[in-house]
């Protein structure tokens, strides 16, 4: 099981933000992120816990092996907020999503 | 530019079948596994089934193993969705992915994603 926390995050333009995502069992480093806005589809961010996916700016960075991760996004910008999903592809199937993390403006 | 455009959603009786497509077009589809996502109105994510590019090997969650089939035909470049024994609970909008390696071999992540065709199970 994948966990995200935490649930929901009030933050405010220009600051810098750390999202968790926790798996039940070392996954080594097989772990993607995902962000989400209504009304669309997932897009890819992170691969391999730490590589960003192509056309991802680098204000977003991925780390963390094993059992525990995380996404940081620095100067946040108005376009960054939604729901955010980790995902482990290590051991499958399944395929496993965390339940999300809300990224709310403050 | 990747382009996976779902088809093929729409209100169905529990007990009914519905099959969905995605028609893939802006690389070469017979390269990559294919998955279908889905997503319960209000929820989070949950990988229903995934098929690989090269062998044709398929894999399902168990809610769904043995009601549903993917498939896929590489010359129209589409991946389908047959649901059968639909319930209640499969209501959500379903997403056609791409895997993110050309090798074909097995899906392990999306690096694009349709828009998505909303199933809707209910009497």
């Known amino acids: 099981a994948m966990t995200q926390f935490p649930v929901t995050l009030s933050v405010s333009p220009g600051e810098r933000v750390t999202l968790s995502c926790r798996a039940g069992q070392s996954i080594d480093s097989n772990l993607a992120w995902y962000f989400q806005k209504p009304g669309q589809g997932p897009r890819l961010l992170i691969y391999a816990a730490s590589t960003r996916a192509t056309g991802i700016p680098g204000r977003f960075s991925g780390s963390g092996s094993g059992t525990e991760f995380t996404l940081t996004i620095s100067n946040l910008q108005s376009e960054d907020f939604g729901v955010y999903y980790c995902?482990?592809?290590?051991?499958?199937?399944?395929?496993?999503f965390g339940q999300g993390t809300r990224l709310e403006i403050k | 530019e990747v382009q996976l455009v779902e088809s093929g959603g729409g209100l169905v009786q529990p007990g009914g079948s519905l099959r969905l497509s995605c028609t893939a077009s802006?690389?070469?589809?017979?390269?990559?596994?294919m998955a279908w996502v889905r997503q319960a109105p209000g929820k989070g994510l949950e990988w229903v089934s995934s098929?690989?590019?090269?062998?044709?090997?398929?894999f399902y969650a168990d809610s769904v193993e043995g009601r549903f089939a993917i498939s896929r035909d590489d010359s129209k470049t589409t991946l389908y969705l047959q649901m059968n024994s639909l319930r209640a609970e499969d209501t959500a909008i379903y997403y056609c992915?791409?895997?993110?390696?050309?090798?074909?071999?097995?899906?392990?992540?999306?690096?694009?994603w349709g828009q998505g065709t909303l199933v809707t199970v209910s009497s």
């Open positions: 802006g690389f070469t589809f017979s390269r990559y596994a």
């Open positions: 995902q482990q592809y290590n051991k499958w199937p399944p395929f496993t």
């Open positions: 098929i690989s590019g090269s062998s044709g090997d398929t």
């Open positions: 992915v791409k895997d993110l390696s050309d090798n074909g071999w097995y899906f392990n992540f999306g690096d694009s």
